[in-house]
């Protein structure tokens, strides 16, 4: 709850502290008096829109203080720990400084903050009902929450909530799988086409070197003809190689028993070099069998050459890599089947989670609707007594197109009221005029007390237009609201003055040096003569103090 507020040199107001208690506050004053003046200082604080004409004449800065009593587990906490700022203790201290050339800094706890979030803060801390009032309850994304909650289903809104990141987060992978699908289509075709080529080509490890090397020796074979034929002619012709090695070895062989052992080695020897004769004669013969076989295979041969080249300059790639360059290619074709079949399990997995987010906002949907009369029902039961019993209002869900889905669901809601009977309704803040919008946001926030988990309340403006009993009826609901809330409240009724626990004054005093405006606490025989002259007027009777008297005791106040 708000527990105190110290203001310098903003508007009328050249120094002020106040402190704030728990229970039903009211301000009071002459119309004129200043009452605003408190409002605008405490929006500063806030995070609301700071404006020079707000800053004191003659002043060259501005301040606003608003110290909060917050428990540890208040919403307010988590927000200040998202944004890195860890509350010491129970208190939190919101301060706004406003200079002369109009710029303004923000503060939380003494470190500076933008005012963005100085305002995201002030708005879970307090909410002003209001004429102008455009946060709190009038505040699409509240009612929202609001709805969720008196409808117990702030479960199903996290399920939806988390069921619509699920299919976004499905539906991403599979556009962005799709988009890549489309773009390997393309791909895929030409690497089908290589691999097929590749594969007729059938090229093996280092074929080219041996075609090569076949050519070499078809392009040469009438000299390697010759000289294999002169080659065997000295092997085995007349006086060849195998007449000498039979003549060499016969003839130790006569002699071999004269020597005993030692020509066997040479024997030996010259029946080795017989039989590698004999391999290397038959070697030189399949050579030239060969190259006389070899007729036509040299077209074919260059053909093929041809070919391996050909498919080498086509691929930029050696020839001997061309047998790699199919496997890649098998490879590469064998990873794009993969991502078609990673398409097919993204699109079924989008498919589910966008059934599962279906499901999950239909059941939210019905939960939605189902609290919807009933809140309805819950608010306008109070309009009567707070003068509003031509006014009907209701709780509006607008199926939304899928385009807009989102996650909170497939539904616009909005709080509407119709003012006059036959007129249709609308949004609150447009159709309600400022003492009815106050005086309905009470009832709305008297039906969900227990839901909003915002500490402090202040009402404008909510005794507009009534008196008497209907005045009594508001200051007997801001009483029961307050049991459980702070509340704080602009008034000029003096039934409702009477039931607050705390009450201030609002002061404007013409002085030499100028106006200024100054707040007192009343108690006592000061709080009769306030809540007299409520009553009267300007001049204040003796009945005047009596009726004062006599509101305080039955509303239970001060006497």
């Known amino acids: 709850m708000l527990t105190g507020l110290s203001i310098r040199d903003i508007v009328l107001i050249e120094r002020l502290d106040l402190e704030f208690a728990p229970g039903l506050t009211v301000l009071t004053g002459e119309t004129g008096a200043g009452k605003s003046v408190l409002l605008d200082a405490l929006g500063l604080a806030l995070g609301l829109r700071a404006e020079r004409e707000l800053l ?4 060259s800065q501005g301040t606003v203080v608003a110290r909060f009593a917050v428990p540890a587990d208040h919403p307010v906490r988590a927000l200040l720990f998202e944004q890195g ?20 800094r923000a503060f939380i706890d003494d470190t500076p903050v933008a005012t963005q979030l100085l305002r995201r803060v002030g708005g879970v801390l307090v909410v002003v009902h209001g ?16 709805l969720d909650a008196f409808a117990g289903a702030g479960g199903l809104a996290g399920e939806t909530r988390a069921a619509w990141q699920a299919w976004r987060s499905a539906e991403a992978r599979r556009r962005a799988l799709a988009e890549a699908a489309e773009r390997q289509a393309r ?31 078809l392009l040469a074979r009438e000299r390697l003809s010759a000289a294999i034929a002169e080659a065997a002619a000295a092997l085995g012709g007349t006086g060849g190689a195998r007449e ?26 010259l029946e080795r070099a017989q039989i590698e004769l004999d391999e290397a004669e038959a070697q030189l013969e399949s050579f030239r069998s060969g190259l006389e076989s070899a007729e036509g295979r040299l077209e074919t041969i260059e053909n093929r050459l041809f070919a391996l080249k050909d498919a080498a300059r086509k691929y930029r790639v050696p020839v001997d890599e061309l047998p790699a360059l199919l496997e890649a290619t098998r490879a590469e074709l064998a990873r794009l089947d993969a991502d078609r079949e990673a398409l097919v399990a993204a699109e079924r997995t989008a498919a589910e989670a966008e059934a599962a987010f279906r499901a999950a906002a239909a059941r939210l949907s019905r939960a939605r609707r189902r609290a919807a009369e009933e809140l309805a029902r819950a608010v306008c039961a109070e309009l009567a007594p707070l003068k509003l019993e031509r006014a009907r209002f209701e709780v509006a869900l607008e199926p939304l197109p899928e385009a807009d889905w989102g996650p909170e669901g497939g539904e616009r809601i909005a709080f509407l009221v119709a003012t006059n009977p036959g007129t249709p309704p609308g949004p609150l803040s447009k159709i309600a005029s400022g003492g009815e919008l106050s005086r309905l946001m009470l009832a709305l926030e008297l039906v969900l007390a227990r839901l909003d988990p915002t500490p402090t309340l202040i009402f404008d403006e909510i005794d507009t237009g009534v008196g008497g009993a209907t005045a009594d009826a508001i200051g007997a ?39 200024r405006v100054e707040v007192v606490p009343l108690e006592g025989a000061e709080r009769r003569q306030e809540i007299a002259r409520m009553l009267a007027g300007a001049q204040i009777t003796e009945a005047a103090r009596a009726a004062a008297a006599s509101l305080l005791e039955l509303a ?4």
């Open 131 to 146: 004429q102008h009032d455009t946060r709190g309850l009038l505040d699409p994304s509240v009612q929202r929450g609001l």
């Open 187 to 217: 791909e895929a075709d030409y690497l089908r086409h290589r691999a097929l080529e590749l594969e007729r080509l059938a090229v093996e490890p280092g074929e080219e070197a041996r075609l090569s090397e076949a050519r070499a020796r």
């Open 85 to 104: 700022l860890v509350s010491e203790g129970e208190e939190i201290v919101l301060r706004r400084q406003l200079a002369a050339d109009g710029k303004s």
């Open 477 to 515: 609901r801001l009483a029961r609201l307050a049991r459980d809330r702070q509340v704080l409240v602009v008034t000029h009724a003096p039934q409702i003055a009477a039931r607050a626990s705390r009450h201030f004054a609002v002061r404007k005093l013409l002085e030499p040096a100028g106006v």
């Open 244 to 269: 000498r090695l039979a003549t060499a070895a016969r003839r130790l062989e006569r002699v071999r028993e004269l020597a005993g052992e030692a020509l066997g080695a040479a024997i030996e020897a």
């Open 556 to 559: 239970g106040g001060e006497g």
């Open 56 to 59: 004191r004449f003659g002043a």
